[in-house]
C-alpha cells in the first residue's frame, strides 16, 4: 500500500524514530481525562482489514484529512493543475469560469489548514458578493434602458 503524501514527506516520516506507522487501521476512540482539562491518554485502533481492535498510548492526536483535495466533482468544469487542485487568477478566489470561486483545500496546495480555508473561504464570500452586485448592476442598466 502507498501513502498519499508526496515522496519527500514520506522520506522524513519512515526515518522519524518518533513516529509509528500503522497501515490499514482507522482512529475508532480518543480517550483521556475530562477533569481537570481534557488530555488524550491513549487512542484505541481498528485493523479495518481484519476487525482487531488494539490501544495505543499517546499524548497527543493530530487529526490530517490527507493531501489530495476532495475535487473529482469539478473535474472536467472547472480548471485543474496535474495534481487536482483548482486553478485560480493571482491573488484572487476567481476560477476560470465567471461567478464561480474556489477556497481552502481544494485551492491551496501549499498550507491546506483550516485558518488559510477560512480565509481564502472569506476571500471567495467577498469576491462573489462583489460579482453579484455587478450582476445586479447590469441587471438595473438593462431595464432603465428599455
Not at 4 to 26: E, G, M, S, Y
Not at 60 to 66: D, H, L, M, Q, T
Request: hydrophobic residues 40%; proline residues 4%.
Amino acid at each position: 500500500q502507498t501513502c498519499a503524501l508526496p515522496i519527500f514527506l514520506q522520506d522524513r516520516l519512515f526515518k522519524n524514530p518518533k513516529v509509528t506507522v500503522l497501515w490499514d487501521h482507522a482512529v475508532e476512540e480518543i480517550f483521556g481525562d475530562r477533569d481537570p482539562a481534557p488530555l488524550v491518554k491513549g487512542v484505541k485502533l481498528r485493523n479495518v482489514k481484519t476487525g482487531a481492535l488494539q490501544e495505543m498510548a499517546t499524548d497527543g492526536v493530530f487529526i490530517a484529512i490527507g493531501h489530495s483535495p476532495n475535487t473529482e466533482l469539478f473535474k472536467g468544469k472547472l480548471a485543474m493543475d496535474g495534481e487536482g487542485y483548482l486553478l485560480t487568477r493571482p491573488d484572487s478566489t476567481a476560477t476560470d469560469i465567471e461567478g464561480v470561486y474556489a477556497a481552502g483545500d481544494v485551492q491551496d496546495k501549499v498550507f491546506r489548514q483550516a485558518v488559510t480555508a477560512a480565509g481564502t473561504g472569506c476571500m471567495a464570500a467577498l469576491e462573489a458578493e462583489k460579482w453579484l452586485a455587478r450582476q445586479e448592476q447590469r441587471i438595473a442598466q438593462t431595464q432603465a434602458a428599455e
